[in-house]
């Protein structure tokens, strides 16, 4: 988690963007300067390009793949899975926290996905040949639900459940019945 920005300390045009949890994923409509991003990047924890970064609060369990570009996120509303891609790739991650793998926190006025729940959540890891055919074909289906975005609502709409459909099934990994 990244140390606390706070509204004082950003503007609506800038240097580095600044994601809160309603433009996370999105584009951001906060910046903070340069100077403020170097201070903070170098005392504080900060994700490592290909890291996965998840929404805690708000919608809960949206994932991005962190590009490396200069970028502040909102202190514990969005944390980052630091992770050994000798055992799993970062990009097998990204597709399956889309299946919100924890428990969620309810006790409070707001629910929260915490470190713990992160931490806990049982993925069904396969070998890594396996994760990346599973990876290759999430990735095209992504792209394609992504690339017909513009005028294409019911093709869009269509894609989206083929590709939820896909990868419910490649990562359910069920056990098969014998006959």
């Given at each position: ?43 504080y924890?900060?994700?490592k ?5 998840i ?13 490396g ?12 899975v ?10 097998y ?13 309810t006790?409070?006025?707001?629910a ?15 070998s ?5 055919r ?6 095209k ?10 005028g294409?609502p ?21 056990e098969?019945?014998?006959?």
């Amino acid at each position: 988690m990244c140390k606390r920005i706070m509204k004082s300390q950003t503007t609506t045009e800038g240097d580095v963007p600044f994601f809160k949890i309603g433009t996370f994923g999105g584009k951001p409509n906060a910046f903070i300067s340069k100077e403020t991003f170097e201070e903070y990047k170098s005392k504080y924890s900060y994700p490592k390009k290909g890291e996965v970064l998840i929404s805690a609060a708000g919608t809960i369990g949206r994932t991005v793949v962190f590009d490396g570009k200069p970028s502040y996120f909102q202190d514990s509303n969005i944390v980052w899975v630091s992770n050994d891609e000798t055992k799993v790739l970062n990009q097998y991650l990204y597709h399956y926290y889309k299946l919100n793998p924890w428990a969620i926190s309810t006790g409070g006025t707001i629910a929260r996905l915490y470190n713990d729940n992160i931490l806990n959540a049982e993925i069904v890891v396969p070998s890594l040949e396996e994760q990346e055919r599973i990876v290759s074909i999430l990735d095209k289906f992504e792209m394609l639900c992504n690339d017909i975005s513009d005028g294409l609502p019911a093709e869009i709409e269509a894609r989206q459940k083929q590709y939820e459909y896909y990868r419910d099934k490649l990562l359910t990994f069920e056990e098969k019945k014998e006959a």
